[in-house]
């Protein structure tokens, strides 16, 4: 949990998810949350709210985000996540950012 109150590592792992496999870091980012201290729950919630909206769970991503902008901690992955719930945007648009990225 301390190595993820790093920008860069953070984003790596943003990175690395996958919608295939979306279900199943719902799975991990939750139990990381549930055990999360004080101080320390910002980055597994955004990485929750990041792996529920690509498992299609808006509401799940929403909660998530609610208790990362809990702790207060500026992170503009959480910004993008919540602005691509605002627009509505579906999870697909991922695999064509990870596409165009390549």
Known sequence: ?????????????WTMLER?????????????LRSAPAGFAAAP???LGFSAWLDGR?????????R???EKVTDPL??????????????CVWDEAVANRG
């Open 58 to 66: 808006g509401a799940l991503a929403w909660c998530a985000l609610d």
């Open 45 to 47: 919630a955004m990485l």
């Open 78 to 91: 959480a910004d993008a996540l919540a602005e691509s719930l605002l627009r509505a945007l579906p999870p």
């Open 20 to 32: 295939p496999a979306a279900a199943d870091h719902v799975a991990l980012w939750t139990r990381v």
């Open 1 to 13: 949990l301390a190595d993820l109150t790093d920008p860069e590592l953070r984003e790596r792992v």
């Open 68 to 70: 990362c902008f809990e």
